[in-house]
DNA sequence: ACCGTTTTTTAGGCAAGCCTAAAAAACAAA
DNA sequence: TTTGTTTTTTAGGCTTGCCTAAAAAACGGT
C-alpha cells in the first residue's frame, strides 16, 4: 500500500506530534529521519498528495486521520516484534530496534493479529513503551521519570526514554531492568543526582541527573 | 548489504539453474520474475559488475560462488519463515509465501539463527522443501513424483511440486498432506489418472495424471 | 547459406528517494 | 523597519528499478 520510506516519515511525524502539539517543522523531522530538508519537503509533498498529511509551505506537517491510522498500525508493529525478539528469540532488549525497524513494514492482514495472540496480547515492549490495540487504541498508565519523583516514595521502574544501547546496556550492568523496585534515599542538590536503594539487589547506588531523566517509574503497589 | 531486487534475482537464478544445468536465459528469468527482458538486462548487469553472478551477452547468466551463497541463505530464511508462520502462528500452507517472500529480505547476522533454533532446527518448510543449513548445505532425501511410482508399494506425500494456493487447497479438501500414506491401486492407461489408497482415511480415491505430477513421495517405512 | 522468426540488447524515458547549492521566506533584534 | 540570521523551499542532478519501442544478434528451416 504505502512503501516503506512513506511509512518512516509517518512513524517520525507521530512521533514528533505527540511530544509537542502543533505542526511539525521540516527541520525536525530532516533530524529525526537523518536525512536532509529538501528531502523532507519532497516527502510531505507526496504524503499531502495521498492525503496522508496535511502541509503548508513555511509553516508544517500534521497528520490526517488516515495518516494516524497508517503510523499507529506501524507502531504496533514495531513493538510486538520487539516482544517477539526479546521474550522468543532471546535477543536482548538493546539489539531488537533495527530489526523490529526493518519487520514493521512486512505486510500482511492478518499477520499482525496472529502474532499479537502468540505473544498473549502484550501492552508494552521490552522498553516499556505501549502497543496500540487493533483498534488504535494506546493503553494508559500513570508514569513519570525518576528525576520527578519524591524522595521517599518506592516506586517501580515502568520505562526508559532513551533507547540507546548505551544506556541500556548501563542498566543491564546496574541491575536495573523493568520492574525493578526503587526508592530515591536522597536528592543532591548539587548535581540532582540521587541515591537510590535498588529492592531486588538490596543495594544503594547513586544514579546521574541523566539517568535519572531517562527513567520512566510509577508508584510501587503492595 | 544488498536490495531486495537484488535478492530475489538471485533467487530466481539459483531456482532456474536447479531446474536445468547451463546458463539462465534472460526470457526465463523474465518470466520467473514476472517482468520484462530489458529490466533483466538491467538487473544482469548490476548483479555482474558486483561480482554475484557471471553475465554474457547473448548467452545466459550463472551465479557465483558469493551469488550461491546469498540465494541460499535467502532460500533459507525464506523456508524458515513459511515454518514459523504455519507452526507458530497457526497459518495454512496457501498462506504463508507472501509473507515469507517479504520477511527472507530482513538483515540481521543473529536472526535466522534465533530463528532456526526457536523452530527446532526444521529440515523441510510446510511444503516439503528442503532447508539449507547455516553452512548453505541442503539436506538429501530420495523423493519422486507419484507419477513416477509403481502400483502396489506404499508411499508416503513429503512435497508437493506446484505451490498454488488452489492445488494447496485441493489437497486440504480432499485430506491428502504431508505425511500422508498413499498406495497405488491402478493406473488408467487411457489419461494416467490414478486410483489410490488413502490410508490415514481408509478410503480409495482417484488422482488425475497432473496431480500426479505435482506430488512428491517417498518409500513408506515400517 | 539464406531468410524469416524469436530472443536479446540498446536507447530513451519515468517515478521514487535521496543529495548539494542557491534562492526565498520567515524570524529576530536593534 | 531594516538588516542579518536561520529555516525552508526550489532547482537541478544522481541511482535504482522499472517500462516501451527499436535495433541487433541468434536461431531454425529449407
Request: charged residues 25%.
Given at each position: ?31 529525526e529521519m537523518q536525512t536532509t530538508a529538501p528531502s523532507v519537503t519532497d516527502m ?68 499482525v493479529e496472529r502474532l499479537d495472540a502468540f505473544l498473549g496480547y502484550p501492552r ?20 513519570q521519570l525518576l528525576s520527578a519523583t519524591a524522595v521517599g516514595s518506592p516506586v ?67
Amino acid at each position: 500500500m504505502y512503501t516503506s520510506s512513506e511509512e518512516n516519515y509517518l512513524k517520525a511525524i507521530l512521533k514528533l506530534s505527540q511530544k509537542e502539539d502543533g505542526p511539525v517543522s521540516t527541520g525536525a523531522l530532516a533530524a529525526e529521519m537523518q536525512t536532509t530538508a529538501p528531502s523532507v519537503t519532497d516527502m510531505l509533498r507526496r504524503l499531502s498528495e495521498k492525503q496522508l498529511a496535511t502541509y503548508e509551505k513555511y509553516y508544517g506537517v500534521q497528520l490526517t486521520a488516515e495518516g494516524v491510522r497508517v503510523a499507529t498500525a506501524l507502531v504496533r508493529r514495531h513493538r510486538l516484534w520487539e516482544v517477539f525478539l526479546t521474550q522468543k528469540l532471546g535477543f536482548a532488549w538493546d539489539a531488537v530496534h533495527d530489526m523490529a525497524e526493518q519487520l514493521e513494514h512486512v505486510q500482511h492482514p492478518e499477520l499482525v493479529e496472529r502474532l499479537d495472540a502468540f505473544l498473549g496480547y502484550p501492552r508494552f515492549d521490552p522498553h516499556g513503551d505501549p502497543i496500540p490495540d487493533a483498534k488504535g487504541q494506546w493503553p494508559q498508565r500513570q508514569r513519570q521519570l525518576l528525576s520527578a519523583t519524591a524522595v521517599g516514595s518506592p516506586v517501580v521502574v515502568v520505562g526508559v526514554d532513551d533507547h540507546s544501547a548505551a544506556f541500556l546496556q548501563y542498566l543491564d550492568r546496574t541491575g536495573i531492568g523493568l520492574g525493578a523496585h526503587l526508592t530515591i534515599l536522597e536528592r543532591i542538590e548539587y548535581d540532582h543526582s540521587l541515591n537510590v536503594r535498588l529492592l531486588e539487589q538490596n543495594r544503594d547506588l547513586t544514579l546521574s541527573d541523566k539517568v535519572a531523566h531517562s527513567l520512566f517509574v510509577e508508584p510501587a503497589r503492595e
